[in-house]
């Protein structure tokens, strides 16, 4: 045993971050599966934007033909929970046109390092459960509009400097639902809440004098959020596409406000997930829709990550009614707090050994498979 301890928790083997390096390409939120699934055929957006991309009309179009997300017709519907979810994403949707508004000409005097701890102080009092700083990389801007109340196609000139970025810890009792729908309920009330937060949030900024917009679910993203919020220091990029929090891990939610009131920015953290992950392969194993890669990960714009399969994953998704979770759910790193899940992340952050024996350990106790 104090063999074992020893190997768990000494420094063995490498913890490296993921490598990332300048790119100047910015993603088109057009190309993105969720403003894809939109396009109606006979609408100019449908018309204009499979001129440019025929090789993706007729898989997007299979897509369409299956009901929509909280719709009949999906293996998982139920009429009154469905019902209930989709109030909450209507609600979200009224929501898109406070994320921005009028600056207050008297601008405060700033001490970047006391606004840093004060705008923390004020987010975690506004609900948020994990709160980091980023220098918003210009790579992480969509360039032009895919969705929203702006007009499709319009260039998007975010220029601020940096980005507040927060998480929501999803309910483990709900995400262990997957993939039926009371995950897709605690999906939307943490979006619901993400949305309250940052605008209140975006809010106050202004009434400092600088500019401020917050970034909500509800076609109102300009800023992609899983990168920034790493860059925050809030978590690393999982296999499963997800930002791994250190406290929840996948089961989170994330909001953000971009801003250019100088603020102090955190520095990414590693603890062990990218080599984890090499070695885990749980999430690409119980994806339904074989969307999850098992293999090593590429570069793509510059990052290090495992690329995903969207149109498989939203097929599925539509098929079944839901947004899955299956990955989320069977994520080790999802498990809830308790002093035996915290050793376990503590090895896993610092040794190889404890790596490769915590996988085997996690599918001895938790399963390999999950079932549904």
């Not at 934007?49 to 999906?74: A, C, K, Q």
């Not at 975690?124 to 790579?139: C, Q, Y």
């Not at 098992?294 to 498989?312: C, D, F």
């Amino acid at each position: 045993m104090a063999l074992f301890a020893f190997l768990f928790f000494i420094p063995l083997g490498k913890t490296t971050e993921i490598a990332i390096t300048p790119c100047s390409e910015r993603v088109d939120e057009r190309d993105t599966m969720f403003a894809r699934e939109e396009y109606v055929s006979g609408t100019p957006q449908y018309d204009q934007y499979y001129s440019s991309h025929p090789e993706l009309r007729d898989v997007d179009d299979r897509i369409r033909s299956l009901p929509e997300l909280l719709e009949p017709g999906g293996k998982f519907y139920e009429q009154e929970l469905a019902g209930r979810i989709d109030s909450v994403f209507v609600e979200i949707e009224k929501m898109v046109n406070d994320v921005d508004g009028e600056v207050v000409e008297d601008r405060h005097e700033i001490d970047s390092d006391t606004i840093s701890l004060d705008i923390k102080k004020l987010t975690f009092e506004l609900g948020a459960d994990e709160v980091g700083i980023a220098r918003l990389n210009p790579a992480y801007i969509y360039s032009h509009v895919g969705r929203g109340p702006e007009k499709w196609g319009m260039p998007i000139t975010l220029s601020h400097k940096y980005a507040i970025v927060f998480t929501l810890e999803m309910d483990y009792g709900q995400v262990k639902e997957a993939p039926y729908l009371p995950i897709t309920e605690e999906t939307a009330e943490r979006y619901r809440e993400a949305a309250r937060i940052s605008i209140l949030l975006a809010k106050h900024i202004r009434e400092l004098g600088f500019p401020a917009r917050a970034h909500i679910s509800g076609s109102n993203y300009q800023v992609m959020l899983p990168p920034v919020a790493y860059d925050a220091g809030l978590g690393e990029l999982g296999r499963n596409g997800y930002l791994i929090s250190k406290k929840f891990g996948a089961r989170v939610r994330l909001g953000a406000v971009t801003t250019d009131l100088p603020l102090v920015p955190d520095r990414p953290i590693s603890f062990g997930v990218r080599q984890f992950c090499d070695k885990c392969l749980k999430c690409a194993m119980n994806c339904p829709s074989s969307s999850i890669p098992s293999g090593k990960p590429s570069i793509v714009r510059g990052v290090e990550k495992w690329p995903l399969n969207v149109e498989s994953c939203l097929r599925f998704w539509r098929i079944i009614g839901t947004d899955c979770g299956l990955c989320m759910k069977v994520c080790p790193f999802s498990h809830p707090k308790s002093i035996v899940h915290d050793l376990i992340r503590k090895g896993i952050a610092r040794s190889s050994f404890a790596r490769i024996v915590s996988v085997w350990g996690d599918d001895l106790l938790y399963g390999r498979k999950s079932s549904y």
